[in-house]
């Protein structure tokens, strides 16, 4: 398809010239520039949220098996992991899925601090004259939204792994489409891969930047995916089973409770059961796990986060949000965790949420026991 803009100014019409995409003034690092610092031209498909905001949480950030180039979030605490790739590299083709595939099961096992820390690390790295915590770029840029929940949003979707995956170029290789077998290898992570082509064109000495989603993901049973092209381009048909649409639905107990193993929902059951309908608390279903809040001056703060795979220590700061941090309550929860070298071990080194598969089956036990109690003793004050 030859397609050929023009800008229109009163009656005069004038010809926009594409850059040549061999033209070395304009490599990765430009484009990965222009990205993070006008997130804007992300293409948004989405109907629904006419005003989903998008914002760039940093370039260059190290993920331990390599350096994403530019994680954007979205404002329904969605993360976008983007890599650049320009036409005149053609060699980047037949690794950059596999690459970025890789980030997103990285990111999926990253707990929340992992991210703080990261975007912290490339802030440095940038030589950025002041450097900010994740929470202070999500209050600075979703200042309307409520931080407690967007942050469970944003830890529910990277525990789900649901990322949204993203090459971008000036032009995008249909090679790509034969390297869909890259995706079928994880089926566990519930993402969508977008193929973008920033189209640049030549304004007198202006630059004019297109995007255009050329290609995605279509999810279908069992984990599979294909990759078809939206424009008139070389395609790649495949045939697969019966088409099923992905919904966002919350978890509910029943549900819950058979992912986790059976000693872990035995104990939780106990527990779930006594803070259901209580005065002043609320159990919170979400998409995989649920949060237990107690309400402070008419809003509700989290106590503890509960997924099939982890349990959330009280940590300092969610203590003196929920107005525990100096209470005798929170001082005998903090003398039980410390009983296991490991959980103490953990809670210095402030780590929040804890995976049951570090613990051992004491300890796993005595974490939840410790955070059912300190739950009773507030109910009881």
Same mark, same amino acid.
């Given at each position: 398809m030859i397609i050929k803009p023009i800008l229109i100014s009163g009656n005069k019409y004038r010809a926009l010239i594409k850059i040549d995409e061999? %033209?070395?003034?304009?490599?990765?690092?430009? =484009?990965?520039? *222009?990205?993070?610092?006008?997130?804007? +031209?992300?293409?948004? /498909?989405?109907?629904?949220?006419?005003?989903?905001?998008?914002?760039?949480?940093?370039?260059?950030?190290?993920?331990?098996?390599?350096?994403?180039?530019?994680?954007?979030?979205?404002?329904?605490?969605?993360?976008?992991?983007?890599?650049?790739?320009?036409?005149? %590299?053609?060699?980047?083709?037949?690794?950059? =899925?596999?690459? *970025?595939?890789?980030?997103?099961?990285? +990111?999926?096992?990253? /707990?929340?601090?992992?991210?703080?820390?990261?975007?912290?690390?490339?802030?440095?790295?940038?030589?950025?004259?002041?450097?900010?915590?994740?929470?202070?770029i999500i209050q600075q840029e979703f200042s309307n939204q409520n931080i407690t929940d967007f942050k469970d949003r944003f830890v529910e979707n990277v525990k789900r792994g649901i990322l949204n995956l993203s090459i971008i170029g000036d032009k995008i290789s249909a090679n790509l489409l034969l390297l869909s077998e890259t995706i079928q290898g994880s089926p566990g992570l519930n993402f969508n891969l977008n193929l973008i082509e920033m189209k640049l064109y030549l304004h007198e000495k202006e630059i004019i930047v297109i995007p255009d989603i050329i290609g995605k993901t279509k999810e279908v049973v069992r984990g599979i995916v294909k990759i078809q092209f939206e424009k008139k381009q070389p395609q790649v048909e495949v045939v697969y089973a019966e088409e099923v649409q992905s919904s966002k639905v919350k978890t509910d107990k029943k549900?819950?409770?058979?992912?986790?193993?059976?000693?872990?929902?035995?104990?939780?059951?106990?527990?779930?059961?006594?803070?259901?309908?209580?005065?002043?608390?609320?159990?919170?279903?979400?998409?995989?796990?649920?949060?237990?809040?107690?309400?402070?001056?008419?809003?509700?703060?989290?106590?503890?986060?509960?997924?099939?795979?982890?349990?959330?220590?009280?940590?300092?700061?969610?203590?003196?949000?929920?107005?525990?941090?100096?209470?005798?309550?929170?001082?005998?929860?903090?003398?039980?965790?410390?009983?296991?070298?490991?959980?103490?071990?953990?809670?210095?080194?402030?780590?929040?949420?804890?995976?049951y598969s570090t613990l051992n089956t004491d300890s796993i036990t005595l974490l939840i026991e410790s955070t059912g109690k300190l739950i009773d003793k507030i109910l009881r004050d």
């Open positions: 061999s %033209n070395k003034k304009y490599d990765e690092s430009w =484009l990965q520039k *222009i990205i993070h610092e006008n997130p804007q +031209l992300y293409p948004i /498909e989405n109907p629904l949220n006419n005003d989903l905001k998008i914002i760039s949480l940093g370039r260059e950030i190290n993920t331990g098996v390599g350096k994403i180039d530019i994680l954007l979030l979205t404002s329904d605490a969605e993360l976008i992991i983007v890599e650049t790739k320009l036409w005149r %590299n053609p060699e980047k083709s037949r690794t950059v =899925l596999a690459q *970025i595939v890789d980030y997103a099961k990285e +990111l999926s096992k990253w /707990e929340y601090e992992d991210f703080d820390s990261a975007i912290k690390v490339a802030q440095r790295d940038k030589k950025s004259l002041r450097v900010i915590s994740l929470e202070e549900t819950f409770l058979s992912q986790c193993s059976a000693d872990v929902a035995q104990i939780l059951e106990i527990w779930i059961d006594k803070w259901e309908n209580k005065k002043g608390l609320m159990v919170y279903w979400g998409l995989s796990g649920l949060s237990v809040r107690r309400e402070i001056k008419g809003k509700w703060e989290t106590l503890v986060y509960i997924y099939p795979y982890s349990i959330s220590l009280i940590t300092e700061e969610m203590a003196k949000k929920c107005q525990l941090f100096e209470t005798d309550i929170y001082k005998e929860y903090l003398d039980t965790i410390f009983y296991s070298e490991k959980l103490g071990a953990f809670y210095s080194a402030k780590r929040r949420d804890i995976k």
